[in-house]
């Protein structure tokens, strides 16, 4: 089982839509998550953290799970630019700074 | 905010040589860089993670003798893919986090794109 695991999609999603994916990861102690955005052949960019009580930022909601194991980011009302890669990152400080990406799930907003 | 600046952009070699490519943090210190690779229409995938002034511990699979990563000072960090095959072409992309308390966060360059003929 990978560490760090995510739909890959596409998920096509017509303009204005609501979508939500989620990223599981298998160590329960886990401290930090948090959700990236890549463009193609761009470095990633950080979209939000996400806390335990879950945390909203404009459109975008992140909710963490911590007995299921699984982080998830919802979009409202998409925009033709939210068309990415998101990227789920698992960041275990207490393990050397260990730092896990999964393979990101891919988002395709459509007119 | 924090910068990563990330030299080069893009190389193009031939086969045979090596390729220095340089992770510099411009406004804070770096404790830790991580230096990534990432294939046409795949993740990240984590190469190494560096602690300045220490060696760097590479992930399972990565061949620390081909990809030669120094850490020496606070703002820079460097990975040299020596000997450079084909196969080497790839997307390297650094990050770094400082140890500013209650700053947690991590920075990405802009990436390498390394094209080996």
């Known amino acids: 089982r990978k560490e760090v695991e995510q739909d890959p999609g596409p998920f096509n999603v017509p303009e204005g839509a609501t979508v939500a994916f989620n990223c599981t990861y298998s160590?329960?102690?886990?401290?930090?998550f948090f959700w990236y955005r890549q463009d193609c052949r761009k470095e990633p960019k950080l979209l939000m953290s996400v806390y335990s009580s879950g945390n909203e930022d404009g459109r975008f909601t992140a909710q963490l799970n911590r007995a299921s194991q699984y982080i998830s980011l919802l979009i409202r009302d998409s925009k033709l630019s939210d068309s990415a890669t998101y990227l789920c990152v698992v960041w275990d400080k207490a393990a050397g700074n260990k730092l896990t990406f999964g393979g990101g799930t891919r988002v395709l907003v459509k007119p | 905010g924090a910068v990563v600046s990330q030299h080069p952009s893009w190389v193009i070699c031939k086969s045979g040589t090596s390729v220095k490519i340089e992770c510099r943090s411009l406004?804070?210190?770096?404790?830790?860089m991580f230096w990534y690779r990432q294939f046409p229409k795949q993740s990240l995938m984590l190469m190494a993670t560096?602690?300045?002034?220490?060696?760097?511990?590479?992930e399972q699979g990565v061949e620390k003798d081909k990809f030669l990563i120094n850490h020496a000072s606070l703002t820079l960090s460097t990975l040299t893919v020596t000997s450079a095959h084909p196969e080497d072409s790839s997307f390297y992309i650094c990050?770094?986090?400082?140890?500013?308390?209650?700053?947690?966060?991590?920075?990405f360059g802009s990436g390498t794109q390394l094209s080996v003929l």
């Open positions: 990050s770094a986090t400082g140890a500013l308390p209650g700053n947690e966060k991590l920075f």
């Open positions: 560096s602690n300045e002034g220490s060696k760097a511990t590479y």
């Open positions: 160590n329960s102690a886990s401290q930090s």
């Open positions: 406004d804070f210190q770096a404790t830790t």
